[in-house]
């Protein structure tokens, strides 16, 4: 990936509800863009809508020049699959899954193959022992903290080797300790990797190793500092 973007897009509910007007915004690769403002302002759906999550009533998502909003479900999935990468707010882990299971989902959904998946083990238990949770990895989320949860949303997000995690509130649920190591994180993968980032939250901390940030106000943007 080296650029992904959004041209006019407006996404409109029923009952006259804008969530989002008129966006216009870039996304190049090794960017860390942090998206501000009040809730409501349109951070959930912006994410959305970059990550093939939700699609726009008007307007257009392109990575690398692609038209991608208007691609059928099984080339979306492939892009979500192979290019992005989650992490939520409230994790989402499966809570019928283990912390192994929880992270080797998104394989299951992109391989459709044991055979093939069985090989990504190894990479999965060396993600949990980057963050100090092999010794969890046969327990199940209701027996996690929301730190915990937190590290395991993370493994997940990466077990395919994303080139952009998109992050909504990857600290509204989790205290201080669990929150350093998300900057740390975040840090860490962008200047290793060049990872992308696009995080959507309310937390400042983030301003101080933003490439981009943006501020959103009733679904528009009403700046961006680079």
Known sequence: MDKLSCKEVTK????????????????????????MGPSGSGKTTLINILGLLDVPTKGSVYLDGREINRLNEREKCEIMNSTFGFIFQFFYLIPELTVLENVMLPLWIK???????????????????????????????????????????????????????????????????????????????????????????????????????????DGEIEKIKE
């Not at 409109?12 to 998206?35: F, H, Q, S, W």
């Open 12 to 35: 409109e509910y029923p009952g006259g509800i804008t969530a989002l007007r008129n966006v216009n915004l870039e996304v190049k690769k090794g960017d860390i863009v942090v998206v």
């Open 111 to 217: 391989e459709k193959s044991y055979r093939r998946i069985k090989n990504y083990y190894e990479e999965a238990e060396k993600l949990l022992g980057d963050f100090n949770l092999l010794k969890r990895k046969d327990a199940y989320p209701s027996h996690l903290s929301g730190g915990e949860m937190q590290k395991v949303a993370i493994c997940r997000s990466l077990i395919c080797n994303p080139e952009i995690i998109f992050a909504d509130e990857p600290t509204g649920s989790i205290d201080r300790e669990s929150s350093e190591m998300f900057f740390n994180f975040v840090q860490l993968l962008n200047k290793k990797k060049g990872m992308t980032f696009f995080i959507g939250t309310h937390n400042e901390k983030f301003l101080q190793f933003a490439t981009k940030v943006v501020y959103l106000n």
